[in-house]
């Protein structure tokens, strides 16, 4: 089975800016956490990220075929993007939606997801844990 994760845009800045938000751990660091994951549980990972709408589009339009499950943090794209809801929706690979803090502790603004409705399910709060635990996610959607 192979997944793929996609990060929307900022991420890249993890762990190098407002470490009071988003901790110390860097984009890499939590790739090589779900990496070694992956790996335990003998399941494929593929792993990107990008500040551009149109590009996570296009890879989200591309996984169908190539990937059982993708899991998504659309980071500020979660709160805006209808294109991004409707390319989950049309392409139809079951999708997973996490986040690393809990929105919904945060600015009313993040408490809103249009992704939500088109997303199998939601992990969201658990720092660089929520990529973890969705790799196990991940497999019990691929089993149902
Ligand atoms: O908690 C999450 O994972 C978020 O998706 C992160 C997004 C935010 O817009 C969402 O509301 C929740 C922000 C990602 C940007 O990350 C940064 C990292 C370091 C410095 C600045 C931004």
Redesign the pocket.
Known sequence: MKILFLN????????????E??GRTTLADIEAKVRSHATELQVAVEFRQSNQEGELVDWIQQAKGQFEVIVL???????TSVALRDAIAATGVPTIE??????HA??EF?HKSLIAPVCRGQI??FGAN?YVLAVNAAIGLDQR
């Open positions: 929307g845009p900022n991420l890249n800045l993890l762990g190098q800016r407002e470490p938000i988003y943090n659309a980071a500020a794209y979660t709160h996490i986040h690393l803090s809990n929105i945060r600015e993040r969201l709060g929520s």
